[in-house]
């Protein structure tokens, strides 16, 4: 059944009659649609008739029909909620050295507070690459750095939004940054805010992640991890994440933890992450994406 045969459906279900105002608003909706200059296309059209009953029929009907409303609440939402751009690229050759960094910016239909705590961070985060880049450029060597940023979620509960960053010096260095928000309050959350409040989420998270190291160990002799016992980085091993560790959730909304190069692990590890499976970890979870 389609949307239509559906809509048609509920409202005979009821005995409550479409108002004649109804059709008049929509007739003075699609009369004052903006006229397209060119049209190259019989398809483009029709489908820019289509798209204009549509918002008619979104924004009008569910004020007519409670069926109607019920039936609109259940469709997905077109379209994402929060919108992502460059708004400034800074770039940079000078002898062996280049810079290449892209600004991204969050924005939304209406306030958000976390879309603007996210974004004043990151322009400040900018700013320090670039400062720490015109220091550096000048010297004897090599400076390459690259930064861009990727949309991983965004959908009617939860937006996430990461920053990369590749810089090569002496080595390479690969960096991850995620920045979350709840998209129903607008409100930027972290690791801590997963959680509820008492629930000692440091130490669950951080003895499965330890688990999971040894078991790559185990599995595979050339990885290797700073774990006590282990390191040979001498009283420094990894015992504990910070309370607002990176995270993000994957397609199947289950916590992935990374780790920048050098951070748990020798450079030749890369930039390891672990995918958390501790079944008391989600029955106290908070959000979901």
Do not use: C
Not at 53 to 59: G, K, L, Q, T
Not at 103 to 112: A, D, F, L, V
Not at 219 to 226: D, K, L, T
Not at 231 to 257: A, C, E, H
């Amino acid at each position: 059944m389609n949307l239509d045969d559906k809509l048609r459906q509920k409202a005979r279900q009821e005995d409550i009659p479409v108002p004649e105002a109804f059709h008049h608003r929509v007739e003075e909706t699609l009369h004052h649609l903006p006229a397209r200059r060119t049209r190259p296309h019989i398809w483009r059209r029709y489908l820019g008739s289509i798209s204009a009953a549509a918002v008619a029929i979104i924004f009008l009907l569910p004020n007519s029909s409670a069926a109607m409303a019920d039936t609109m609440a259940h469709l997905p939402v077109v379209g994402p909620l929060f919108q992502v751009i460059t708004v400034r690229t800074y770039e940079q050759e000078e002898g062996k050295n280049h810079v290449s960094i892209d600004t991204p910016q969050i924005s939304q239909e209406g306030y958000s507070s976390g879309a603007q705590e996210i974004n004043q961070e990151i322009e400040a985060y900018v700013e320090q690459l670039i400062d720490e880049y015109e220091q550096t450029a000048h010297s004897d060597g090599y400076y390459n750095l690259d930064v861009t940023w990727e949309v991983v979620t965004n959908t009617e509960r939860w937006f996430t939004l990461r920053i990369n960053s590749d810089m090569i010096l002496a080595s390479g260095n690969h960096q991850e940054r995620y920045y979350h928000i709840d998209v129903p309050s607008g409100e930027r959350k972290r690791l801590s805010d997963l959680f509820p409040e008492g629930y000692d989420y440091i130490s669950v998270i951080s003895e499965e992640l330890k688990g999971q190291m040894r078991q790559r160990m185990e599995a595979n002799e050339s990885e290797y991890y700073w774990l006590e016992g282990t390191s040979q980085l001498g009283t420094y091993y990894f015992d504990s994440i910070d309370p607002n560790q990176d995270f993000y959730f994957d397609d199947q909304g289950q916590i992935v933890i990374p780790f920048d190069k050098y951070e748990v692990a020798p450079g030749s590890m890369g930039s390891p992450s672990f995918t958390l499976t501790t079944p008391e970890l989600y029955e106290n979870l908070l959000y979901q994406p």
